[in-house]
């Protein structure tokens, strides 16, 4: 019976490549994210290792901090050095928030990955290491003097002896400094462009002058482990420093990054799953088809003796070897696939251009168990079915799904969507554990459940377009029709595919409109200001552009927005700083007199959710940190919080801030103009100050709005193109459907070829089952995606997210695009129908 089954599966190639199609496209998806992930993993491991020494001393508490203001007096350096095995010690400063301009006025980098800059010392990283070698020209030794990256010399075209436009965070907001080498890193920098300054205006530019630094790095002599060297340097040190070994402190920053990479893999994986839910659907409607195709074949089987178990499984060793050569291929294209996610992400400023492809055994494993337990899950049903039919029935070939098994079918998808719903309910308005799981498995069980009923829900559709076809094609649209409700448990899962891909991008498509016309609903509403300076990339930017705007005529009034992660108890959360007396007149922030009052006392102003979440009060003490420095906020108050009210749930007042060691930079100034300015003369002068400043611009309420609608119109745009993989593979499905139904229908086609169907009539017909078909997909999917998208919205009303707005033309326009896709779909199964000869067809089994 193997031997039969192979021999049977070998004989027709065409239909194995065809079957394996799905399983191809949606192995691809898990094996490509696993693959990415792993590269993106390890490129930050290998930054991590050469960015750390034999022993780091560091402010206590600063080690989850990036950018820490916290620093080491630089008397202690030589002291570090003296240490007993130490060979020698060496002071580090680095910034985060400074950025190269090209020569063409361009910014470098700064959509993601940050500007980097150090100081330069030629000190050995732990074990040794080195990140950077010199490629051309030499390390600054005197002020106005920096090395760049290769990387970033290159796309700003700077070569050694140029003057180099450098904007930074510190008080100076430009420097222009001569390029005096050029630096190639030992791995990926990720998209990050790194500058090196000498140590004594480092210092100047980031420290306020001072002789200290971020941290300090300790050389192990030889003979002596950095455990050893960690203990003899571990009494030098004041109470509010801390010495960790150089592979601890590797270890823990790369744990950290692992766990922020999460996000990423368990974004890419859910795509991952849809690909293979859609492909799942199309691997039963192939097995389904075959089957049917299959019937004499496996009649005879059962005449010569076989049992039904030997016929269920000699389908599924069909589905084994579909599901083995799916996943190998998958594999192959993972890899390609990981190349256009590199490539996706890279566009948005993660760089790994220079990563080495990551394959690990885990991701090869996962190919083939996905690839195998999909493949078989989803042909054991039709496997089933194939052993059940007994052998004269299988020799007639009129086997159809009896009515029982219909009703029951509709009833299972009723119960699937009524479960599904229940759960999306619970994981949108329930108080659950793990919302977000709840929420998908509910629009997963609504998907599959409405795809059940398809057969009865898409039936209207079917006959309300075949009365359409009737009367535009005549005879063509009645056959066209009387195929498409022929086999509708066929038709409802080829079109059930199409249907999950197009909910999910109409969902998505809904709940970003609806986030954009609610950004921009509460930015009319709280926006009081005439123009806001901010930074494009969302970094901080130099207080001197602030103290700038202050002095252009008809400038009434200039309130600084301070912001960075901090610490509220045990856990980092994202904390601002305003300045009472000037912020509620340039922002609506519904809160008391007195709160605002308390709040330059050094109090804290919190929303009221997140007061009532915490359990905190007015009065109460709440431990926090910014940059490694703890200090006692008392609550001043809260307020009602709504999108773009506040720049963070946790308020403090900037003098606050200041006083405990917050970045001594600006994330947004807000700027009010006197009565009767001239506001055209005013945004003149402003754009005039940041001329030169490509990370920081002026905008007014218009400009604002569409600022923070662009990383949405990102995201979306991001989600599309990976659905779109869904999508492509329910198209692939239509091809399928079509091409193997041509095989099924071979002596019809055939016999009406013979009483006149002219090839191009033949054609039509293919081409309008194929509309039929992509129309009730795109039909139900954009029903479903609008009602999820509406549920969505409703359930964050009361985060921000107040306004329903429902992108009908998109809408539309996927529908349209759908009957587009249904004609192409028909191509080639019209062609190669076209092509049959009459006789050889008529004369088919």
């Given at each position: 019976?193997?031997?039969?089954?192979?021999?049977?599966?070998?004989?027709?190639?065409?239909?194995?490549?065809?079957?394996?199609?799905?399983?191809?496209?949606?192995?691809?998806?898990?094996?490509?994210?696993?693959?990415?992930?792993?590269?993106?993993?390890?490129?930050?491991?290998?930054?991590?290792?050469?960015?750390?020494?034999?022993?780091?001393?560091?402010?206590?508490?600063?080690?989850?901090?990036?950018?820490?203001?916290?620093?080491?007096?630089?008397?202690?350096?030589?002291?570090?050095?003296?240490a007993?095995?130490?060979?020698?010690?060496?002071?580090?400063?680095?910034?985060?928030t400074?950025?190269v301009v090209?020569?063409?006025?361009?910014?470098i980098?700064?959509?993601?990955a940050?500007?980097?800059?150090?100081?330069?010392?030629?000190g050995?990283?732990?074990?040794?290491?080195?990140?950077?070698?010199?490629?051309?020209?030499?390390?600054?030794t005197?002020?106005?003097?920096?090395?760049?990256?290769?990387?970033?010399?290159?796309?700003?075209?700077?070569?050694?002896?140029?003057?180099?436009?450098?904007?930074?965070?510190?008080?100076?907001?430009?420097?222009?400094?001569t390029?005096?080498?050029?630096?190639?890193?030992?791995?990926?920098?990720?998209?990050?462009?790194?500058?090196?300054?000498?140590?004594?205006?480092?210092?100047?530019?980031?420290?306020?002058?001072?002789?200290?630094?971020?941290?300090?790095?300790?050389?192990?002599?030889?003979?002596?482990?950095?455990?050893?060297?960690?203990?003899?340097?571990?009494?030098?040190?004041?109470?509010?420093l801390?010495?960790?070994?150089?592979?601890?402190?590797?270890?823990?920053?790369?744990?950290?990054?692992?766990?922020?990479?999460?996000?990423?893999?368990?974004?890419?994986?859910?795509?991952?799953?849809?690909?293979?839910?859609?492909?799942?659907?199309?691997?039963?409607?192939?097995?389904?088809?075959?089957?049917?195709?299959?019937?004499?074949?496996?009649?005879?089987?059962?005449?010569?003796?076989?049992?039904?178990?030997?016929?269920?499984?000699?389908?599924?060793?069909?589905?084994?070897?579909?599901?083995l050569?799916?996943?190998?291929?998958?594999?192959?294209?993972?890899?390609?696939?990981a190349?256009?996610?590199?490539?996706?992400?890279?566009a948005?400023?993660?760089d790994?251009?220079?990563?080495?492809?990551?394959?690990?055994?885990?991701?090869?494993?996962?190919?083939?168990?996905?690839?195998?337990?999909?493949?078989?899950?989803?042909?054991?049903?039709?496997?089933?079915?194939?052993?059940?039919?007994?052998?004269v029935?299988?020799?007639?070939?009129?086997?159809?799904?009896?009515e029982?098994?219909?009703?029951?079918?509709?009833?299972?998808?009723?119960?699937?969507?009524?479960?599904?719903?229940a759960?999306?309910?619970?994981?949108?308005l329930?108080?659950v554990p793990?919302?977000?799981?709840?929420?998908?498995?509910?629009?997963?069980?609504?998907?599959?459940g409405?795809?059940?009923?398809?057969?009865?829900?898409?039936?209207?559709?079917?006959?309300?377009?075949?009365?359409?076809y009737?009367?535009?094609?005549?005879?063509?649209?009645?056959?066209?029709?009387?195929?498409?409700?022929?086999?509708?448990?066929?038709?409802?899962?080829?079109?059930?595919?199409?249907?999950?891909?197009?909910?999910?991008?109409?969902?998505?498509?809904?709940?970003?409109?609806?986030?954009?016309?609610?950004?921009?609903?509460?930015?009319?509403?709280?926006?009081?200001?005439?123009?806001?300076?901010?930074?494009?990339?969302?970094?901080?930017?130099?207080?001197?552009?602030?103290?700038?705007?202050?002095?252009?005529?008809?400038?009434?009034?200039?309130?600084?927005?301070?912001?960075?992660?901090?610490?509220?108890?045990?856990?980092?959360?994202?904390?601002a700083?305003?300045?009472?007396?000037?912020?509620?007149q340039?922002?609506?922030?519904?809160?008391?007199?007195?709160?605002?009052?308390?709040l330059?006392?050094?109090?804290?102003l919190?929303?009221?959710?997140?007061?009532?979440?915490?359990?905190?009060?007015?009065?109460?003490?709440?431990?926090?940190?910014?940059?490694?420095?703890?200090?006692?906020?008392?609550?001043?108050?809260?307020?009602?919080?709504?999108?773009?009210?506040?720049?963070?749930?946790?308020?403090?007042?900037?003098?606050?801030?200041?006083?405990?060691?917050?970045?001594?930079?600006d994330?947004?100034?807000y700027?009010?103009?006197?009565?009767?300015?001239?506001?055209?003369?005013?945004?003149?002068?402003?754009d005039?100050?940041?001329?030169?400043?490509?990370?920081?611009?002026?905008?007014?309420?218009?400009?604002?709005?569409?600022?923070q609608?662009?990383?949405?119109?990102?995201m979306?745009?991001?989600?599309?193109?990976?659905?779109?993989?869904?999508?492509?593979?329910?198209?692939?499905?239509?091809i399928?459907?079509?091409?193997?139904?041509?095989?099924?229908?071979?002596?019809?086609?055939?016999?009406?070829?013979?009483?006149?169907?002219?090839?191009?009539?033949?054609?039509?017909?293919?081409?309008?089952?194929?509309?039929?078909?992509?129309?009730?997909?795109?039909?139900?999917g954009?029903?479903?995606?609008?009602?999820?998208?509406?549920?969505?919205?409703?359930?964050?009303?009361?985060?921000?997210?107040?306004?329903?707005?429902?992108?009908?033309?998109q809408?539309?326009?996927?529908?349209?695009?759908?009957?587009?896709?249904?004609?192409?779909?028909?191509?080639?199964p019209?062609?190669?129908?076209?092509?049959?000869?009459?006789?050889?067809?008529?004369?088919?089994?």
């Open positions: 019976m193997l031997r039969a089954s192979l021999k049977s599966l070998l004989a027709r190639k065409l239909r194995l490549l065809m079957s394996a199609v799905a399983v191809i496209l949606g192995v691809a998806f898990v094996a490509g994210s696993f693959i990415f992930t792993d590269t993106l993993g390890r490129s930050f491991d290998g930054i991590m290792s050469s960015s750390v020494g034999d022993v780091v001393v560091r402010p206590a508490g600063s080690g989850d901090t990036l950018g820490s203001t916290q620093t080491i007096d630089g008397a202690l350096v030589a002291k570090l050095a003296a007993p095995g130490a060979a020698r010690a060496d002071g580090n400063i680095v910034d985060y400074t950025f090209g020569k063409s006025g361009k910014l980098g700064g959509q993601g940050p500007g980097m800059a150090v100081n330069f010392t030629d050995p990283a732990a074990n040794n290491t080195s990140m950077f070698s010199l490629a051309s020209g030499e390390m600054p005197q002020d106005g003097q920096i090395a760049l990256d290769a990387k970033t010399a290159k796309t700003g075209g700077y070569v050694v002896g140029d003057k180099v436009n450098v904007v930074t965070a510190s008080a100076k907001a430009q420097v222009n400094p390029l005096s080498g050029i630096i190639e890193s030992s791995g990926s920098l990720v998209g990050a462009s790194v500058v090196v300054w000498t140590t004594h205006e480092a210092q100047s530019l980031y420290l306020g002058g001072k002789d200290a630094f971020n941290d300090v790095w300790v050389t192990r002599e030889d003979g002596t482990s950095q455990e050893q060297l960690r203990a003899a340097v571990a009494p030098l040190l004041p109470a509010d801390e010495a960790v070994t150089g592979d601890s402190a590797a270890e823990a920053a790369a744990n950290q990054i692992q766990e922020s990479l999460k996000f990423i893999t368990y974004f890419l994986l859910i795509f991952a799953a849809v690909a293979l839910v859609v492909g799942t659907f199309i691997i039963v409607n192939t097995f389904s088809i075959l089957v049917a195709q299959r019937m004499r074949e496996l009649a005879l089987f059962r005449a010569i003796g076989a049992s039904r178990r030997q016929v269920a499984r000699s389908v599924l060793i069909e589905a084994f070897v579909v599901g050569i799916g996943a190998t291929l998958g594999l192959g294209l993972g890899i390609v696939l190349i256009a996610i590199k490539a996706l992400f890279g948005i400023g993660l790994l251009a220079g990563a080495e492809l990551v394959l690990a055994p885990r991701t090869v494993v996962a190919a083939y168990v996905v690839g195998l337990v999909v493949t078989l899950l989803a042909a054991y049903l039709p496997a089933r079915r194939a052993g059940k039919v007994p052998p029935a299988a020799m007639r070939d009129d086997v159809t799904l009896t029982s098994s219909m009703h029951r079918r509709v009833l299972a998808g009723l119960a699937l969507t009524a479960l599904g719903a759960a999306l309910a619970l994981g949108l329930a108080d793990k919302p977000v799981a709840f929420v998908g498995a509910g629009i997963l069980g609504v998907l599959l409405v795809a059940l009923t398809s057969p009865v829900v898409g039936r209207p559709l079917i006959v309300g377009m075949g009365a359409i009737r009367r535009l094609f005549g005879s063509v649209g009645v056959m066209a029709e009387e195929n498409a409700l022929r086999n509708p448990r066929r038709t409802a899962a080829t079109a059930s595919a199409l249907m999950i891909g197009v909910a999910l991008v109409s969902m998505m498509a809904v709940f970003g409109s609806s986030t954009k016309a609610s950004i921009n609903k509460e930015i009319e509403k709280n926006f009081k200001a005439d123009y806001l300076v901010s930074n494009s990339i969302g970094s901080d930017f130099s207080t001197a552009v602030g103290d700038e705007v202050a002095k252009v005529d008809g400038v009434a009034t200039v309130s600084r927005v301070r912001w960075g992660m901090g610490e509220v108890g045990d856990g980092q959360e994202w904390i700083a305003i300045d009472p007396a000037t912020f509620g340039v922002a609506t922030l519904d809160t008391s007199a007195e709160a605002l009052a308390n330059d006392r050094g109090g804290l919190l929303d009221a959710d997140t007061a009532t979440e915490l359990g905190l009060k007015t009065g109460d003490k709440v431990r926090m940190k910014l940059s490694g420095k703890p200090f006692d906020a008392t609550v001043a108050g809260t307020y009602a919080a709504t999108a773009g009210s506040a720049p963070a749930r946790y308020l403090l007042s900037t003098k606050t801030w200041d006083a405990n060691g917050g970045k001594l930079s994330g947004q100034v700027v009010r103009l006197t009565d009767g300015a001239d506001a055209a003369a005013v945004g003149s002068a402003l005039k100050i940041v001329a030169d400043l490509p990370t920081v611009s002026v905008k007014d309420v218009a400009g604002y709005a569409e600022e609608a662009k990383p949405i119109n990102q979306l745009m991001i989600i599309y193109a990976l659905l779109g993989l869904a999508v492509v593979i329910a198209i692939l499905g239509i399928n459907t079509l091409a193997l139904s041509v095989i099924e229908r071979t002596r019809e086609i055939g016999l009406l070829r013979a009483v006149g169907l002219s090839r191009r009539q033949l054609r039509s017909m293919l081409r309008l089952e194929s509309v039929v078909i992509a129309l009730l997909g795109a039909t139900l954009v029903v479903l995606g609008v009602v999820f998208g509406m549920a969505i919205q409703r359930a964050l009303a009361d985060e921000g997210f107040s306004t329903l707005q429902i992108p009908w033309v809408l539309v326009a996927f529908v349209l695009m759908a009957g587009i896709v249904g004609v192409l779909a028909a191509v080639w019209g062609r190669r129908a076209a092509k049959l000869k009459i006789l050889d067809a008529i004369g088919s089994e």
